[in-house]
């Protein structure tokens, strides 16, 4: 059975950094192509990051682009988020999805697969 596994999160200050990991099991990690996403209170789940199969492809939502980097380390069968110069609009909790096309995609309907969620909080 297909399984994603997000941790990493917790509370940090405005400007520092969280390193968050997308652990798979029962799958095989390089067939799928690996989003992050993320869910704010009262507000719609959005697309921040993804990266191909590969790991070669890669595209970031603008709120995040400089501040946020996703890689995968397919021999761990993990997928990373690393998050520096956080902000308090970055608090939200935050999934990582899978799917098993080639190219990334930003949409939550694109993934059919989701882990549990982590809580990032970003507060002084």
């Known amino acids: 059975q297909l399984q994603l596994v997000e941790s990493g999160g917790g509370l940090v200050q405005p400007g520092g950094s969280l390193r968050l990991s997308c652990a798979a099991s029962g799958f095989t990690l390089d067939s799928y192509t690996i989003g992050w996403f993320r869910q704010a209170p009262g507000k719609e789940r959005e697309g921040v990051s993804c990266i191909g199969r590969a790991g070669t492809s890669t595209n970031y939502a603008d709120s995040v682009k400089g501040r946020f980097t996703i890689s995968r380390d397919n021999a761990k069968n993990t997928v990373y988020l690393q998050m520096n110069s956080l902000k308090p609009e970055d608090t939200a909790v935050y999934y990582c999805?899978?799917?098993?096309?080639?190219?990334?995609?930003?949409?939550?309907?694109?993934?059919?697969?989701w882990g549990q969620g982590t809580q990032v909080t970003v507060s002084s």
């Open positions: 999805a899978a799917r098993s096309y080639y190219y990334c995609s930003g949409y939550v309907d694109d993934f059919g697969s």
